[in-house]
Nanobody, 128 residues
């Protein structure tokens, strides 16, 4: 069983940047590097939207819509951590941000139904 814990959320002003962290623990059925990790966000009352994902080979996938050009995902396999840097934040980026894992041996996906393991989420609030 894979456990995921997000951190790094908070309340910031428009134009600010944040770096969210997703730390994995538990049984990966292999090395952490075999997992693909995705980040999603959910605005209250709406569906969960894909933001970015990183595959086991380090390849990245980004949403064409949400946070286009303002999100950067990276992974540190030694620390079993995936980071999501959010730049030029806008009020409409206010949401609960989740990380999710799939694998081992599976590629990244933009579809939340493809990820069986989820963290509890970290809240990002952007307001002036």
């Amino acid at each position: 069983q894979v456990q995921l814990m997000e951190s790094g959320g908070g309340s910031v002003q428009p134009g600010s940047s944040l770096t969210l962290s997703c730390e994995a623990s538990g049984d990966f059925s292999g090395p952490f590097s075999g997992l693909s990790i995705g980040w999603f966000r959910q605005i209250l009352g709406k569906e969960r939207d894909f933001v970015a994902a990183v595959s086991r080979s380090g390849g990245t996938l980004y949403s064409a819509d949400s946070m286009k050009g303002r999100a950067t995902i990276s992974r540190d396999n030694a620390k079993k951590t995936v980071l999501l840097r959010l730049a030029a934040l806008k009020p409409e980026d206010t949401a609960l941000y989740y990380c999710a894992a799939r694998g081992p041996g599976l590629g990244s996906s933009q579809f939340h139904v493809d990820y069986p393991y989820w963290g509890q989420g970290t809240q990002v609030t952007v307001s002036s």
